[in-house]
């Protein structure tokens, strides 16, 4: 199958490239790239020199989808609004990895994006590419809309107790923690060597836009309206997401009880991978590969439940979980191209 990858100087977009090429049915016809049209991807990533030979393209609509079977867009938000609605009139299945077609209550992307949204009908008829979940609907999908690094770690977390009635909705915080490569590779003032280093920075607090992606996936599942409290840091790392949770049981439980649940409901889920008791994972355990690992912590005296859910915030948090949502749609084993082992140490 050929696909074509539009964003082609991000990580998103080497990271997709870097695990296609391990993948058996898939071609990279075409790497699009706006800002760097005509240039060789070995002079902006020289890593892949003697390896890929790639020269970077300017989107040609009429040309692309003449030859291709899937687009993958890599892109900021805002720009697979204007693209993909023409190459799924044309038989052109897409995947977008930004935050295009996630929300369906359009002024919320207003809000949160800060942007005019993508048009309404190409927004209700994407599907939310939460894998686990929505198998079934990404199966006849021509749109997916590819879920945040985030909600991704957060949703595998809390989706399989808070379906269950295992905790109160209303008292969940979620602490989240990322490394420099989830802010892309522009500059900025935060991301500079000396800001960054030695240091741990709070920021966007009360005003991410991923927590109405991750609250209209609670209601979605569960039926609750839920407003969660989600505060984000960054961290003095290149890769990985750290997502601490806590919630109040609703009825007094051990963690052995909690854990079996996880492993109940991810038993046939080849990418989380949920710990023994007493095992908390890290992030440098899931580095580089799709999987998201999961561990938990009942705290008796204050009846609470403490969930600790790592993701590699370029592969499960958006390229590979892209990939798998591509297997989805095919037919094929969800792992296709994705069992690598984490990159470790």
């Excluded at 020199?49 to 393209?57: D, K, P, S």
């Excluded at 960054?234 to 049981?249: E, F, H, N, S, V």
């Excluded at 403490?306 to 993701?311: D, N, R």
Aim: hydrophobic share 35%.
């Amino acid at each position: 199958m050929k696909v074509a990858i539009v964003g082609g100087t991000g990580y998103g977009s080497i990271e997709l490239i870097r695990l296609l090429q391990m993948h058996p049915h898939v071609e990279v016809s075409a790497v699009v790239s706006h800002s760097q049209s005509d240039s060789a991807l070995a002079d902006i990533y020289p890593h892949v020199t003697g390896v890929l030979n790639y020269t970077l393209e300017s989107m040609d609509i009429a040309k692309l989808k003449e030859s291709i079977d899937l687009v993958f867009f890599a892109t900021p938000s805002g720009i697979s609004m204007k693209y993909a609605p023409e190459f799924i009139e044309n038989g052109v299945k897409c995947i977008d990895l930004s935050g295009d077609f996630r929300l369906k209550n359009l002024d919320e992307y207003e809000q949160w994006y800060k942007g005019l949204p993508a048009p309404k009908a190409f927004v209700e008829s994407a599907v939310y590419g939460l894998s686990e979940f929505y198998e079934n609907q990404i199966k006849s999908a021509s749109l997916i809309a590819n879920p945040g690094c985030y909600p991704t770690a957060t949703l595998l977390a809390l989706l399989p107790i808070l379906k269950r009635g295992i905790i109160d909705p209303n008292t969940i915080v979620i602490d989240g923690k990322t490394g420099a490569s989830g802010a892309g590779r522009g500059l900025s003032l935060s991301t500079h060597y000396t800001e960054l280093n030695d240091n741990v920075r709070a920021y966007k607090i009360g005003e991410h836009q991923h927590t109405p992606e991750m609250e209209q996936t609670i209601y979605a599942e569960t039926n609750q309206l839920t407003k969660v409290t989600f505060s984000t840091h960054l961290l003095p790392m290149t890769r990985g997401i750290m997502c601490t949770i806590y919630a109040a049981l609703e009825e007094p439980l051990s963690t052995a009880d909690v854990l079996q649940q996880y492993r109940g409901f991810y038993q046939n889920k080849p990418f989380v991978r949920v710990r023994s008791e007493g095992n908390l994972p890290t992030t440098k355990e899931v580095y580089g590969s799709n999987f998201c690992d999961i561990g938990v912590h009942v705290d008796d005296r204050t009846g609470r439940v403490t969930i600790v859910s790592v993701i590699d915030n370029l592969v499960k948090g958006a390229s590979g979980q892209a990939i798998q949502n591509m297997n989805i749609m095919n037919g094929w084993n969800q792992t296709t191209g994705l069992m690598q082992l984490p990159v470790y140490p």
